[in-house]
Structures are given as structure tokens and as C-alpha cells.
């Protein structure tokens, strides 16, 4: 598998060179090596926690104390999390000269820690909170949450600044993502299935577009120009190694 991995990478690093621009779509599996577990499948959040009494909006504005008692231990992982191989890489490839955009479906914040500059957050960072009376935004890690919910200095109630389920994708990201997919030469998709939308059609608008895609995970997922399969914090510094190489 790797002899064949080792292969693909040269012919994918070979698309990223040709490219003038190379764009990366990443999801829950790009952070698993982090420590954050993703919230579907075997060990996923969402086996500890039912989405629809603890990850809907509605829940939320109906007990909001109820909610941060997922939102606190989540917090908790999110802040010991650090940077893998893999976010390292995409930061390589940035610094390269390669890699133009991310967009990511994760809220962990991890891309602009590794060094990326250019991060598109289609379901915002759970990094810092947002009142939902006043609007002011403050960072997570400085919460004190023995008291639930955490509250602002006007009373009002503290959410994550993330998107929960039955809010709207903020509207930039969408115009940003689409803009950025459809002037792409290439696409990495890492560690996301893409079947949930938006995230869903920036592949197949950068094809259409006349994009190449590359596709990194532990199973299939698009019909990608090319596959290789395996974790991302495996893959990603080979291929980045080899465009460096390559380029040299």
C-alpha cells in the first residue's frame, strides 16, 4: 500500500505543479490525530451525545445549560488538540507557493495554528464565544465554566461562535468558498466524506470548472482523479514532500 501511495503522490504532486492553484477541503478527519474525535462513527461525539437534544439551535435557546455540558468537554479537547502532521503540511504546501485556501467543515481552529493563512471556517471556531444579547465575541480559553451557561457582562447568554444544526452557513464563507472552487485548478479533499452540503459541491464545482481532485482517506469517498488512501497525518507530509522535491 505505501510502494502504491509513494507512486500516487508523485503523480498527485505532479497535478499540484502543473496547477496555478491548488485549494484543500478538509473535515473531521484531518483533526482525528489531534486528539478530537469526529462526531460520527464508532466513538464519535454523537454516540455519547444525540445531536438532536444537544447540537440543534433549538436546544440550545431551550436549555442552554443543558447543552454546555457537551459544549464544556468538547472545549476541553479542542484546547489540548494541537497541530498534526497533516495541518503541517497544508501549512507547507501555503508556504510553498501552492496552496491558496482551506476550506474546512471543523471548528478546532488547528489550520491557522499550523500557520495557514487563508482558512475558510464553513462552520465557524469553537475558539471563542458569542453573546447572543449584545453580540460581543470573547475567546474560550478564557471561560470560567463553573457556572453553566457562562453568561456576558450584559447577562446575556455565551454560545460557541460555531454553526449548530438549523443555523444558516454564514453567507461569506459560502461566496468565498464557491469564488475559490470555481477559479481553482486543483482540489485536495482531506479526512471528509463531502456528502453533507455545503462542503458537498465545492468538488463538483471546481470540476466543473475544470479542476483536478485529489482525494486523501482512509476509504473512497468521490470519484477523485486520484486516491490515496490512509490517514491524512500519513499522507499529507508525503505528498508535500514530494512537491517540494519535485520543485527543488
Not at 501555503?94 to 474546512?104: D, K, N, P, S
Amino acid at each position: 500500500m505505501m510502494d502504491r501511495n509513494m507512486l500516487l503522490s508523485s503523480a498527485a504532486a505532479e497535478i499540484v505543479l502543473a496547477g496555478k492553484k491548488t485549494i484543500a477541503l478538509t473535515g473531521a478527519g484531518i483533526s482525528v490525530a489531534s486528539g478530537i474525535p469526529a462526531f460520527r462513527g464508532m466513538g464519535g461525539l454523537w454516540e455519547k451525545y444525540d445531536p438532536e437534544e444537544y447540537a440543534t439551535i433549538e436546544a440550545f435557546h431551550k436549555d442552554p445549560a443543558k447543552v454546555w455540558q457537551m459544549l464544556k468537554e468538547f472545549k476541553e479537547v479542542i484546547e489540548k488538540a494541537r497541530p498534526n502532521p497533516a495541518h503541517l503540511a497544508l501549512a507547507k504546501l501555503e508556504q510553498l507557493g501552492y496552496l491558496r485556501a482551506i476550506i474546512t467543515q471543523n471548528v478546532d481552529g488547528l489550520h491557522q495554528e499550523a500557520g495557514n493563512t487563508n482558512v475558510i471556517e464553513f462552520h465557524g471556531n469553537n475558539r471563542q464565544v458569542v453573546c447572543l444579547k449584545c453580540g460581543s465575541k470573547y475567546p474560550s480559553k478564557n471561560l470560567v465554566l463553573e457556572k453553566l451557561p457562562p453568561s456576558c457582562a450584559c447577562g446575556g447568554v455565551l454560545k460557541p461562535d460555531a454553526v449548530f444544526f438549523g443555523e444558516p452557513i454564514p453567507w461569506e464563507a459560502l461566496s468565498r468558498s464557491h469564488s475559490e472552487a470555481q477559479s481553482c485548478h486543483v482540489v485536495l479533499v482531506i479526512g471528509t466524506s463531502a456528502v453533507v452540503e455545503p462542503a458537498a459541491s465545492i468538488p463538483y464545482i471546481a470540476r466543473r470548472a475544470g479542476a483536478k481532485i485529489i482525494e486523501v482517506n482512509p476509504e473512497r469517498a468521490l470519484s477523485a482523479d486520484i486516491f490515496l488512501r490512509g490517514p491524512a497525518e500519513e499522507i499529507m507530509p508525503m505528498l508535500v514532500e514530494e512537491v517540494a522535491r519535485i520543485s527543488a
